[in-house]
Structures are given as C-alpha cells and as structure tokens.
Nanobody
Framework: QVQFVESGGGWVQPGGSLRLSCAASGFIFSRYAMSWYRQAPGKERELVATITSGFSNTNYADSVKGRFTISRDNAKNTLYLQMNSLKPEDTAVYYC?????????WGKGTQVTVSS
C-alpha cells in the first residue's frame, strides 16, 4: 500500500524559510521520479520541482528558481523541498508526487501560508 507522510508546512512571514518532507512507503522509491506540486485557492495545481531517479537531475518552475531546492534521500525513502525567500504568492497546499511509467502516486498535501 502506497503511503506518503508529508510534513514541514505551516505559517511563515515573507522572506522566511520552510523545509517540506515527504516520507514514502509501499513502492520502490529510488526508481521513481519525485516531484512537488502546489495548488493555491482558486487555481490549478502546478508543478513546482522535479528530481529524477538515477542521476537525481532537477528541474524547477521559473517562479521558484533560485529560491527552492528539491532533494531526495533514497536510503530514507524521503523527498525534501527547501523553500527560502518565501513570498505570499507561494501560499498553497503542497503535494508530493511519485511518477513512473504506468504509475502515479500522490500525497494528501501540506499547507504552506506566507503572510505578515
């Protein structure tokens, strides 16, 4: 049974930092590309960052480049998102995703709120 435990969300002032974690189980974590998505109220879900399996190549949405860093620890089956210089427009529910051919798994999300 695939499970994700997402943590690290919360409230932070603009300019602050948060680190999201996504602990996965029930599948071979190292074989999956892992991503963070987010969905703000009234908006469509958008891709924030992706890290591939194997070489751990990364890719970011233009809106977060230079501020967010995605990483993974295959020994711990855990995905991370370090978020720095947070802005109010980063406020959203952040979702962990695992993807591979014919497989696509989603976490339940963790709320991030950036406001003063």
């Amino acid at each position: 049974q695939v499970q994700f435990v997402e943590s690290g969300g919360g409230w932070v002032q603009p300019g602050g930092s948060l680190r999201l974690s996504c602990a996965a189980s029930g599948f071979i974590f190292s074989r999956y590309a892992m991503s963070w998505y987010r969905q703000a109220p009234g908006k469509e879900r958008e891709l924030v960052a992706t890290i591939t399996s194997g070489f751990s190549n990364t890719n970011y949405a233009d809106s977060v480049k230079g501020r967010f860093t995605i990483s993974r620890d295959n020994a711990k089956n855990t995905l991370y998102l370090q978020m720095n210089s947070l802005k109010p427009e980063d406020t959203a529910v952040y979702y962990c995703n695992a993807a591979r051919i014919f497989s696509d798994y989603w976490g339940k999300g963790t709320q991030v709120t950036v406001s003063s």
